[in-house]
T-cell receptor, first 115, second 116 residues
Framework: AQKITQTQPGMFVQEKEAVTLDCTYDTSDPSYGLFWYKQPSSGEMIFLIYQGSYDQQNATEGRYSLNFQKARKSANLVISASQLGDSAMYFC????????????FGKGTKLSVIP | GAGVSQSPRYKVTKRGQDVALRCDPISGHVSLYWYRQALGQGPEFLTYFNYEAQQDKSGLPNDRFSAERPEGSISTLTIQRTEQRDSAMYRC??????????????FGPGTRLTVL
């Protein structure tokens, strides 16, 4: 069974600083994808970044990067140069390629950026 | 271009009533997913369609929940005889196709269901 663990219910970061949000996952399937989504207070779910299990390099999308450590089964999100607009809930999610591609989500981390 | 849309955005109903939640995916997206999100939690999978075929309904909590996508585009999630425990945000997502190695799912704004 798939499981996503986000151990940080809440995080604070100073504006313009970098922050790392933790995500560990549990799967016995070698083929999977990992996602991070942002959910601001407005409630929408915004795709941030994707990492495939066979990708050789860590994914990057602008200020977002994914620190993928396959042996440790971790996929931490790094946000550089935090902005006030980064304050939101962040969800880590996973799917398997063989199957319905349903996403399994963690419980989320609430990030608050302090001016 | 237009994203995933859902209607209604808010639905308040009395216990025992049936509700129908609608999802209009991104044009051309083959795959459509329904999720349910309780307050303070991540979304949980309910069901999934490829075109008009319901490929996986393992997440539907009981037989009061059903979904359809008759023409492979718009989908409706129906909850019969609603109960207070059904209160949640219901989210729809679509993707180009559930195949290959990357299947980015785009989410709609959700329908907030409150059962009194």
């Amino acid at each position: 069974a798939q499981k996503i663990t986000q151990t940080q219910p809440g995080m604070f970061v100073q504006e313009k600083e970098a922050v790392t949000l933790d995500c560990t996952y549990d799967t016995s399937d070698p083929s999977y994808g990992l996602f991070w989504y942002k959910q601001p207070s407005s409630g929408e779910m915004i795709f941030l970044i994707y990492q495939g299990s066979y990708d050789q390099q860590n994914a990057t999308e602008g200020r977002y990067s994914l620190n993928f450590q396959k042996a440790r089964k971790s996929a931490n999100l790094v946000i550089s140069a935090s902005q006030l607009g980064d304050s939101a809930m962040y969800f880590c999610a996973m799917y398997h390629w063989a199957g319905s591609y349903q996403l399994t989500f963690g419980k989320g981390t609430k990030l608050s950026v302090i001016p | 271009g237009a994203g995933v849309s859902q209607s209604p955005r808010y639905k308040v109903t009395k216990r025992g009533q049936d509700v129908a939640l609608r999802c209009d995916p991104i044009s051309g997206h083959v795959s459509l997913y329904w999720y349910r999100q309780a307050l303070g939690q991540g979304p949980e999978f309910l069901t999934y369609f490829n075109y008009e075929a319901q490929q996986d309904k393992s997440g539907l909590p009981n037989d009061r929940f059903s979904a359809e996508r008759p023409e492979g585009s718009i989908s409706t999630l129906t909850i019969q005889r609603t109960e207070q425990r059904d209160s949640a945000m219901y989210r729809c997502a679509s993707s180009l196709a559930a195949s290959g190695t990357r299947n980015e799912q785009f989410f709609g704004p959700g329908t907030r269901l409150t059962v009194l």
